[in-house]
DNA sequence: AAAAAATCCGTAAATTTTATGGTTAATTGT
DNA sequence: ACAATTAACCATAAAATTTACGGATTTTTT
């Protein structure tokens, strides 16, 4: 699994921040050569560490402002009560992220939506249809302090 | 706010998924120009809406394995317990999000540690070491239905 | 309807990515 | 210890992409 030398982690931790740096910029930050750091990230993107490159967009911008955390609690847990849920949820759009969990709840959801109106309509016509739920209970989010993509390394 | 047309959106939706997409290919799913679909793009960051562009690693392969929601409550809300809080939270980077929220507690951290041991020990060592904390409640993710960045467009 | 602004595109220059071959350093087997 | 094999690194050149520019077309404004 740890294959990884001090080179590509730092390589890692630089394009977790900022995945537009050109092969030049970094060989000049790890005193490498530019052949040596292309290789490295074909390597790292070959063998799956890198899973994707993605652009992050204002979310206020777009007008995607109210973020709400969901904690969902089923009526129980056979394979196909919770294959169904996860497949359905998977397809909404708002759904920007499912976690099945430990403890009291089953699942956490991350639905993004333009406003409280939109989130009702998304609650009231859309999630609540979904069969086998139990209970949803949400967080909204105030202010976002800290929105790190990038894992430590 | 809006003034992105539905080439704008189309480029965005693109790009969340896969900013790796050259120019080119882009301009050929959308039936225009290199030059003009190079233009947007430039626009689309100047102006904001593309706040960053990021790797996003495989967890697993980077033996970042646990990943915890907690929901911490302070003891009291004055501006200085909240922006202390803030403050100190973010600069571990085992707390990859912090979200002050709505509702019966006031912070959301997502952290990211390498297995239940060393959550165990940032928790003890890190997060509860910081003043004016009341309770923090955590879960954990067993399984990750959907993990997506990308805002509906 | 004319003027102004915005959008779009082709082309060329600058830069970056990618491929290649060879050198040096590290690892392995005996 | 030492030859053989493998892995890491790098310089260079070719291919591809990004970026800059000028002009044409369309849309909007007045």
Redesign the interface.
Known sequence: ??D?DATDLEI?KL??????LTNKEISYKLHKSIATVHERIRRLKD?????????????K????NL?A?SHVLLNDHTANTLNGF?AE??KF???????????T?D??LRI?TSDMEAYHHFYRNKLATLPNITTVQS???????????????
């Open positions: 699994m740890n990884l890692l394009l977790q921040q900022n995945a537009s063998q799956g560490y890198i899973k994707r490159v993605v652009a992050i967009l204002d979310s911008k777009i007008n995607r973020i955390f996860e949820v998977a759009p708002e759904v920007m992220e499912c976690f099945q969990m430990t403890g709840f699942f956490i993004a967080f909204f989010v105030l202010s976002e302090t800290k929105s790190d993509t990038a894992y430590p390394l």
